[in-house]
């Protein structure tokens, strides 16, 4: 389980502490973060207790919101976001890229990010940060993401060397030009993340994640083709589910590890 991230998302209720020594008790060896909780421990103490017990951070969660008309504030915490992961020794932040704004439009929208990324490219290759787009399912487009494909995050990150995309199981399983977009990212694929899609669907879809192997997605052929790309990184397991959040941190972090070796591990 050399290649297995317990995303700190989906063991929400947990401190930063509580989360990595989960991780080191069932010998998960990688840890993506969130800039919240992070932050609440505190940036250096967390890059100490991650690096005391010999884990490493898969990725930082979240920058992006870059879609308001006004968004120079927005730059500046991207700014700060960008130096929080390299702190923590993350070549990866997770872009987020933002709903649409208050102007409906969803076009102008779309450019406001091309622009934005543009910009803090620059910021993130000189701290050796991949800004890893992340493409959301386009339930999401109104209030998270108005990326809705790969190839969208993709014609964006293509324009520059410190860009890349994440492959999120949730948001992409449903597109029909998935394999060749997969083919396509390549070596731009800086996280995989994976969980499953629950029906039927919750009042709040955010929260309709769940383990890998109790939803509808195929993920053995969706792991097998972004592995065909040469994706050697780590693999995040990130559930969004109040069940999930509710129950025993052990129980959940067993249960995390034991469904990446049945039902992804195979397939890498």
Same mark, same amino acid.
């Given at each position: 389980?050399?290649?297995?991230?317990?995303?700190?998302?989906? %063991?929400?209720?947990?401190?930063?502490?509580?989360?990595?020594?989960?991780?080191?008790?069932?010998?998960?060896?990688?840890?993506?973060?969130?800039?919240?909780?992070v932050a609440e421990?505190?940036?250096?103490?967390?890059?100490?207790?991650?690096?005391?017990?010999?884990?490493?951070?898969?990725?930082?969660?979240?920058?992006?919101?870059?879609?308001?008309?006004?968004?120079?504030?927005?730059?500046?915490?991207?700014?700060?976001?960008?130096?929080?992961?390299?702190?923590?020794?993350?070549?990866?932040?997770?872009?987020?890229?933002?709903?649409?704004?208050?102007?409906?439009d969803l076009v102008?929208?779309?450019?406001?990010?091309?622009?934005?990324?543009?910009?803090?490219?620059?910021?993130?290759?000189?701290?050796?940060?991949?800004?890893?787009?992340?493409?959301?399912?386009?339930?999401?487009?109104?209030?998270?993401?108005?990326?809705?494909?790969?190839?969208?995050?993709?014609?964006?990150?293509?324009?520059?060397?410190?860009?890349?995309?994440?492959?999120?199981?949730?948001?992409?399983?449903?597109?029909?030009?998935?394999?060749?977009?997969?083919?396509?990212?390549?070596?731009?694929?800086?996280?995989?993340?994976?969980?499953?899609?629950?029906?039927?669907?919750?009042?709040?879809?955010?929260?309709?994640?769940?383990?890998?192997?109790?939803?509808?997605?195929?993920?053995?052929?969706?792991?097998?083709? %972004?592995a065909a790309t040469?994706?050697?990184?780590?693999?995040?397991?990130?559930?969004?589910?109040?069940?999930?959040?509710?129950?025993?941190?052990?129980?959940?972090?067993?249960?995390?590890?034991?469904?990446?070796?049945?039902?992804?591990?195979?397939?890498?």
């Open positions: 389980m050399a290649r297995l991230s317990l995303n700190q998302a989906t %063991v929400k209720r947990a401190t930063v502490a509580e989360a990595v020594e989960g991780c080191a008790r069932h010998g998960i060896e990688s840890i993506g973060l969130w800039r919240e909780p421990h505190g940036l250096g103490r967390t890059a100490k207790l991650v690096a005391d017990a010999g884990l490493r951070v898969s990725s930082l969660c979240r920058g992006g919101f870059l879609t308001a008309v006004d968004n120079r504030a927005a730059l500046d915490d991207n700014r700060r976001a960008i130096d929080e992961a390299a702190a923590l020794r993350t070549g990866t932040l997770v872009m987020v890229v933002g709903g649409v704004a208050g102007d409906k102008g929208a779309r450019q406001r990010v091309a622009d934005a990324i543009a910009e803090l490219s620059v910021h993130a290759a000189q701290a050796g940060v991949v800004l890893a787009l992340e493409p959301m399912h386009p339930v999401f487009c109104a209030d998270r993401g108005v990326l809705s494909t790969l190839s969208q995050a993709l014609d964006i990150a293509e324009r520059h060397p410190s860009v890349g995309v994440v492959v999120d199981a949730l948001h992409v399983w449903w597109d029909p030009d998935l394999d060749a977009q997969i083919a396509r990212a390549g070596p731009r694929i800086a996280s995989y993340q994976v969980c499953d899609w629950l029906t039927p669907v919750p009042a709040d879809v955010l929260l309709g994640r769940g383990y890998p192997g109790d939803g509808d997605i195929d993920l053995h052929r969706l792991t097998s083709h %972004v040469g994706y050697a990184g780590d693999v995040e397991v990130e559930i969004f589910n109040a069940d999930i959040w509710a129950a025993d941190l052990d129980e959940v972090v067993g249960e995390v590890a034991r469904r990446y070796h049945d039902v992804v591990e195979p397939a890498l």
